[in-house]
């Protein structure tokens, strides 16, 4: 009579077959669009003050995308991608595909 399974589900459950764990203390950060550039990202979740803090950051590989190192400021951000930077993490939240 346990909902550990249940509870483990639960958290599995997203747009992706692979989804990423999601650390219980990350942040949703909702985007417009589908996609949202890795730069773009740290900076509408206020993990950085601007871009070329975004840019020293990312090359220095301080950023952590799905739990790798991301070195490219470019990078396309996807539902359900997770963003760790600085101790902080925020999962991608895009808009519906649907128009």
Do not use: C, W, Y
């Not at 747009?15 to 509408?44: F, H, N, S, W, Y």
């Amino acid at each position: 009579m346990t909902d550990a399974h249940s509870h483990d589900e639960s958290r599995a459950t997203g747009t992706d077959a692979t989804a990423v764990d999601v650390p219980e203390d990350a942040q949703p950060l909702p985007i417009r669009d589908t996609m949202i550039r890795l730069g773009q990202a740290l900076k509408l979740a206020s993990l950085v003050e601007d871009g070329a803090m975004a840019r020293d950051v990312v090359a220095d590989g301080m950023v952590t995308v799905n739990g790798a190192v991301e070195t490219r400021r470019g990078a396309q951000l996807h539902d359900g991608d997770v963003v760790e930077f600085n101790g902080e993490a925020v999962v991608i939240e895009a808009e519906s595909a649907e128009a």
